[in-house]
């Protein structure tokens, strides 16, 4: 029996998503057309991994290089008051967790990994791409590449893709065009951040701080090599309480803020100051016909514990392991019959979507923070032997979910609602929750 011929996918996006799968499918006898719009920003979201995307860097190749721009993260602090403060380190939960991360210079990043890319035979093309619903009479696919996308590769000879994959972002290409729409999240924030230098830091070396803000909703600080980035995320009208501007509202968030104001009051704005709003949402379809989203263009659930990047990363391997039969050229990549196969990855990533916005939820209604106090009250009136494996056991499992080691195990979210319901003892999580 001859074999299939080898698969011709176009990436819209050359973002983490994109890119990795272009390196995935093309390391696999893949012909892959990587459509990148080269907007790239000096200053981009998506700074601070969590530890579970750091085997999926090696796998692509890139985590040395990674390394070379990058600092480690040991851990993260939620610095909740001067008297709540809880600090998680990786590496005490390890082999279950990996025991560090990185925060990334992003631009920097995505620029490793379009590289790697190219090196492993995609085609890149410089184009913002386009999508157009398919002919009826055509192959049976959803969606084709509009005709000046088309042309743009003359590599692809006039002929569209076995498969279109969306890595759009937050554009959602393909969404747009069919009209599919999304599960959107409770919170309608702003968030506005900057790059700063001169600034004081309490913590150990890489650590990235969340803390709750004065103005409402909360802050991030993430150690670059040579900087911090500093973030507010906040509903917007009180973000519009702070000022008219971005700068002024960043620069409001921070002075009414007296412990950023501490890290940070004295540093100087080293970055024009960023915006993004309104991102918690889930496609409700994420896979048809010849065409599959990836990363943010499938759903992005809050900045609120880094999972972005990861998430990312994560949706092209399980794109790249689903379309298994098709790579090794056991059967021809049809359009239905990709659907087929990309079907279960839809549910598996819609599932750790849905599962990473229920544990973010936990620290926006101040369960999470409230469980940790009672973690520690408990563990202030002696410490038995028995005691200590009980509180770590628990300390471990949240780690396992926040790591995104085990985000999605059943075990894991059980035993945390169950203790976010039964286990407060005496501590109010309306105390310890973000507006
Ligand atoms: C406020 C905020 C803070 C965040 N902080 C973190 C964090 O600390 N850690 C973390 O892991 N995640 C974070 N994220 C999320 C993270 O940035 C995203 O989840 C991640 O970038 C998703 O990667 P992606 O490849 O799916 O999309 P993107 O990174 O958005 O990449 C999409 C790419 O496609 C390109 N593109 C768009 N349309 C077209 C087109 N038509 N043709 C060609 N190219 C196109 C874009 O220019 C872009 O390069 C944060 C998000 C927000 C909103």
Same mark, same amino acid.
């Given at each position: 029996m001859s074999a299939a011929p080898p698969l011709r996918a176009a990436i819209l996006g050359a973002g983490p998503a994109g890119a990795a799968l272009a390196v995935l499918l093309a390391r696999r006898g893949a012909q892959i057309t990587l459509f990148d @719009?080269? !907007?790239? +920003? /000096?200053l981009l979201v998506g700074e601070s991994l969590v530890p579970a995307a750091i085997p999926i860097l090696k796998t692509l190749g890139v985590e040395d290089e990674t390394a070379t721009f990058s600092c480690v993260k040991p851990g993260v602090s939620f610095v909740w008051s001067p008297a709540d403060r809880f600090a998680f380190t990786f590496a005490r939960f390890a082999p279950d967790v990996f025991p560090y991360a990185y925060n990334i210079p992003r631009p920097r990043f995505d620029e490793s990994l379009a590289r790697q890319a190219d090196a492993a035979g995609a085609v890149r093309v410089v184009a913002r791409a386009r999508l157009v619903p398919a002919a009826p009479d055509g192959r049976g696919g959803e969606l084709a590449l509009a005709p000046e996308t088309l042309a743009a590769a +003359? !590599? &692809? @000879?006039g002929r569209q893709p076995d498969l279109i994959v969306d890595a759009t972002g937050r554009a959602r290409h393909t969404s747009r065009v069919l009209g599919i729409a999304a599960r959107v999240g409770p919170r309608k924030d702003a968030a506005h951040f900057a790059h700063f230098d001169g600034f004081r830091w309490d913590d150990a070396p890489g650590q990235v701080l969340v803390a709750p803000l004065g103005a409402g909703g909360w802050s991030w600080c993430i150690p670059l090599r040579d900087r911090l980035s500093v973030g507010i995320v906040l509903n917007q009208q009180d973000a519009a309480r702070l000022g008219r501007t971005p700068e002024e509202r960043l620069a409001a968030g921070i002075a009414t803020d007296r412990w950023l104001a501490s890290v940070v009051g004295g540093g100087a704005r080293l970055t024009p100051v960023a915006s993004y709003t309104n991102y918690q949402l889930i496609s409700e379809r994420a896979v048809g016909p010849g065409w599959v989203a990836v990363g943010d263009a499938f759903g992005f659930v809050d +900045?609120? &514990? *880094?999972p972005g990047v990861f998430l990312a990363l994560r949706s092209a391997q399980l794109v790249a392991d689903a379309l298994a039969p098709v790579l090794d050229r056991r059967?021809? /990549? /049809?359009p239905d019959r990709l659907a087929t196969l990309l079907r279960p990855y839809a549910v598996e990533h819609s599932a750790a979507l849905t599962a990473w916005s229920a544990l973010i939820e936990l620290f926006y209604d101040g369960r999470m923070l409230a469980l940790m106090a009672a973690g520690r009250d408990w563990m202030a009136n002696g410490s038995g032997r028995v005691k200590r494996a009980v509180q770590h056991h628990i300390e471990r499992h949240i780690a396992l979910q926040a790591s995104g080691a /085990? =985000? =999605? *195990?059943r075990y894991s979210r059980g035993l945390l609602r169950f203790l976010a319901r039964y286990g407060l003892r005496g501590i109010s999580p309306a105390a310890m929750s973000l507006r």
């Amino acid at each position: 029996m001859s074999a299939a011929p080898p698969l011709r996918a176009a990436i819209l996006g050359a973002g983490p998503a994109g890119a990795a799968l272009a390196v995935l499918l093309a390391r696999r006898g893949a012909q892959i057309t990587l459509f990148d @719009d080269d !907007h790239r +920003p /000096a200053l981009l979201v998506g700074e601070s991994l969590v530890p579970a995307a750091i085997p999926i860097l090696k796998t692509l190749g890139v985590e040395d290089e990674t390394a070379t721009f990058s600092c480690v993260k040991p851990g993260v602090s939620f610095v909740w008051s001067p008297a709540d403060r809880f600090a998680f380190t990786f590496a005490r939960f390890a082999p279950d967790v990996f025991p560090y991360a990185y925060n990334i210079p992003r631009p920097r990043f995505d620029e490793s990994l379009a590289r790697q890319a190219d090196a492993a035979g995609a085609v890149r093309v410089v184009a913002r791409a386009r999508l157009v619903p398919a002919a009826p009479d055509g192959r049976g696919g959803e969606l084709a590449l509009a005709p000046e996308t088309l042309a743009a590769a +003359p !590599h &692809l @000879d006039g002929r569209q893709p076995d498969l279109i994959v969306d890595a759009t972002g937050r554009a959602r290409h393909t969404s747009r065009v069919l009209g599919i729409a999304a599960r959107v999240g409770p919170r309608k924030d702003a968030a506005h951040f900057a790059h700063f230098d001169g600034f004081r830091w309490d913590d150990a070396p890489g650590q990235v701080l969340v803390a709750p803000l004065g103005a409402g909703g909360w802050s991030w600080c993430i150690p670059l090599r040579d900087r911090l980035s500093v973030g507010i995320v906040l509903n917007q009208q009180d973000a519009a309480r702070l000022g008219r501007t971005p700068e002024e509202r960043l620069a409001a968030g921070i002075a009414t803020d007296r412990w950023l104001a501490s890290v940070v009051g004295g540093g100087a704005r080293l970055t024009p100051v960023a915006s993004y709003t309104n991102y918690q949402l889930i496609s409700e379809r994420a896979v048809g016909p010849g065409w599959v989203a990836v990363g943010d263009a499938f759903g992005f659930v809050d +900045p609120m &514990l *880094s999972p972005g990047v990861f998430l990312a990363l994560r949706s092209a391997q399980l794109v790249a392991d689903a379309l298994a039969p098709v790579l090794d050229r056991r059967v021809p /990549a /049809a359009p239905d019959r990709l659907a087929t196969l990309l079907r279960p990855y839809a549910v598996e990533h819609s599932a750790a979507l849905t599962a990473w916005s229920a544990l973010i939820e936990l620290f926006y209604d101040g369960r999470m923070l409230a469980l940790m106090a009672a973690g520690r009250d408990w563990m202030a009136n002696g410490s038995g032997r028995v005691k200590r494996a009980v509180q770590h056991h628990i300390e471990r499992h949240i780690a396992l979910q926040a790591s995104g080691a /085990a =985000t =999605t *195990s059943r075990y894991s979210r059980g035993l945390l609602r169950f203790l976010a319901r039964y286990g407060l003892r005496g501590i109010s999580p309306a105390a310890m929750s973000l507006r």
